[in-house]
């Protein structure tokens, strides 16, 4: 991978992204820093060669182990709504996959924890940070379950799979003030959005929209 691969040609080229870019705000995406990270993020470079030339359309896309790279309208979506109470200094992600939703997150926070499950994911994942030279961005593998204590507390965190019910330890380690975004159920998920009262620390959640995502699985995968 080169600076020419990362360019791209063809169905991955500038023009391409725009597109993507103009079919997200048709769908209400507004957030001027979400929009610019999406449009300055190689989406082609986080899927295997063979789908690279699908990389700019709106559609989740496989990255091996039954995990899927989110589609560029949730990734969207997600990020807009963890800024929606203002800038954000600390994130937790769970779930890297095959990390591009986290590079979208290395360009609208100071510093951003993301966790993944699956080592070979979390191995890819890295190779392409240190080739976008994100060096804002801390990867771990463990269960995102237990989340991250020592980084934390987090005025953001994000998971990109549903758990049936969100896990206390990542509720902990929300900053007061803070918002956590995740998707929640089982057959039927909905997206729903958590903001931390910053002077009682209550958790206020706000359901956002049905979502599809995969399952959030305890223990890890080497
Ligand atoms: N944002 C990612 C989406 C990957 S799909 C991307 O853009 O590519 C969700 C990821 O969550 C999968 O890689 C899956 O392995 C991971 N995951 C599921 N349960 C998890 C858990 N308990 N801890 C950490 N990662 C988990």
């Keep these: 991978m080169n600076r020419f691969d990362l360019d791209g040609i063809g169905m991955t080229s500038r023009r391409t992204r725009d597109r993507l870019i103009e079919r997200l705000m048709d769908q209400g995406i507004s957030n ?90 979390l191995d890819k994942a890295r190779q392409r940070m240190r080739l976008l030279g994100h060096d804002n961005v801390f990867l771990r593998h463990a269960d995102g379950a237990i989340g991250w204590e020592e980084a934390g507390p987090f005025d953001a965190i994000l998971s990109a799979a549903a758990p049936v019910q969100i896990p206390p330890r990542l509720l902990e380690q929300l900053a007061p003030g803070g918002v956590l975004v995740s998707p929640v159920g089982g057959d039927e998920q909905h997206l729903v959005m958590v903001y931390r009262d910053p002077e009682t620390g209550d958790y206020e959640q706000q359901d956002i929209e049905p979502a599809r ?10």
């Design 213 to 222: 995502f995969v399952p959030f699985v305890r223990g890890v995968m080497r």
């Design 32 to 121: 001027f820093h979400v929009i610019n990270a999406i449009r300055e993020t190689p989406r082609h470079i986080f899927v295997d060669e063979a789908l690279a030339h699908r990389a700019y359309e709106d559609d989740a896309l496989p990255i091996g182990f039954n995990q899927t790279l989110s589609q560029p309208y949730t990734v969207a979506r997600m990020s807009e709504l963890l800024l929606s109470r203002g800038p954000r200094t600390r994130v937790l992600e769970i779930g890297t996959g095959s990390g591009y939703q986290t590079a979208i997150l290395a360009q609208l926070a100071s510093k951003v924890y993301s966790i993944e499950r699956i080592e070979p994911l």
